[in-house]
């Protein structure tokens, strides 16, 4: 049985996709080898806020700096190439290193501000047309597009629109109002940004994610030190930010596993579809596998909360040997 503590979960999240989880057929836990990871990380030093201030765009104040978080945040998605891609996948080199994912993201970002982009202008990003996008996106020559380019336009101009019309251009303000709650922040974001609004629909629930709208708490809070605009009193209630890279590390880890089917999908780069119950079960086990961790620290004395296990996880997996069994592939704007 799952011990769901309700007060640690204002964005049910994990309630939720515990309804996922008391009916799954396809993912399940392993409980024993949870509390030996567990034991790994409490021997562990917990990690800083993952937030590069070398890769990530550059900005010249606290409203900027707002305003590009939401930026990388609104394209934070979907960074591998379809199996079969006649090329390789998406990668950008910045400064003599190359990047793939996430961290491609970042440096295509920087490249384009440092070029005289100003992506922290929502003016501006309301005039970008989807070859604009595809050109700051842009990876290295003979590697395959950044997946989903229409969506991340899409994105960008939604973001645009909506700081002009609701805070005068500057996410700085609604970062301010919610007072330093995360929670607040959250569901501010998730009723103005239709993009952000991570719910699916199964057996008449409403499954909550909500990964890119967390991560982008996670974000704020690293870019800004924790101090200032930064300065979340409530942290502890982010879960776990349902991808790839995380389900990926709990089954080499031992603490997933799924079921032969699935399994063969996945080890074979079948694409997942998105809000199947496959998907689900995998999200949301992701979720309460990093929430299964967190509750097995804190019986040892060691309270570290589920987005820093997250990173943790996250980091890890991208060190995975050769031969670890792949992630699952879904196509999707949420993760």
Partial sequence: MLNLELERD???VLESTQLVLEQARFVTFDLERAEQVAEQLAAGPEPPPDWS???HPPARNAEEL??????????NFCFWSVPGAARPRWQVTY????????WALAATLRRAVEAGRPLADPEYLTTLNEDDVADILAGDPGTEPIPLLHARHQHLHEVGVQLLARWDGS??????GARGSA???IHTVLNVFPSFRDVALWNGHKIRFYKRAQILIADLFGAFEGQGPGAFHDMHTLTAFADYKAPQTLRRFGVLSYAPDLARAIDEYRLIPPDSDEELEIRAATVWGVELLRQSLARRGRDMPSYAIDWILWRAGQDLPADAQPYHRTLTVFY
């Fill in 183 to 185: 929670p607040r922040l």
């Fill in 53 to 55: 201030a070398t890769l």
């Fill in 95 to 102: 400064d003599g290193v190359t990047h793939d994912g996430y």
């Fill in 171 to 176: 996410f700085l303000r609604a970062v301010e």
């Fill in 10 to 12: 204002p964005l049910r």
């Fill in 66 to 75: 707002a305003n590009l978080v939401l930026v990388v945040d609104a394209l």
